[in-house]
């Protein structure tokens, strides 16, 4: 029901920002919790980060592993989510995914109901 395309990434160098875009549309789409999610080659796919509006209020949730490094945000106007990626590290480098759920952002899960395609961040020298 709710869409979302993914675009943004790109190939940088450790320390540099990049800044991810999810579009989404659909009914409400705005009102959904919005994941970020990655998957590195090998390994299993991770939240990252989670927007969500509840009572009112807006929550963020980031993993550890880029808790002062990413910041998510939401424009309602353009049903727009972002993903502001700074002091990127070479383990950052996974497909990111986007992702929206009738749901909550807590407890940490992946089954989010509706993705998109994935974007490639690659940080390397």
């Known amino acids: 029901q709710v869409q979302l395309v993914e675009s943004g990434g790109g190939l940088v160098q450790p320390g540099d920002s990049l800044t991810l875009t999810c579009a989404t549309s659909g009914s409400n789409s705005d009102s959904y919790a919005i994941g970020w999610f990655r998957q590195a080659p090998g390994k299993e796919r991770e939240g990252v980060a989670c927007?969500?509006?509840?009572?009112?209020?807006?929550?963020?949730y980031y993993a550890d592993s880029v808790k002062g490094r990413f910041t998510t945000s939401r424009d309602n106007t353009e049903n727009t989510v972002y993903l502001e990626m700074a002091s990127l590290k070479p383990e950052d480098t996974a497909v990111y995914y986007c992702?929206?759920?009738?749901?909550?952002?807590?407890?940490?899960?992946?089954?989010?109901?509706?993705w998109g395609q994935g974007t490639q961040v690659t940080v390397s020298t």
């Open positions: 992702a929206a759920d009738r749901g909550h952002c807590l407890p940490p899960r992946l089954d989010f109901a509706s």
């Open positions: 927007i969500e509006k509840s009572e009112g209020s807006t929550f963020y």
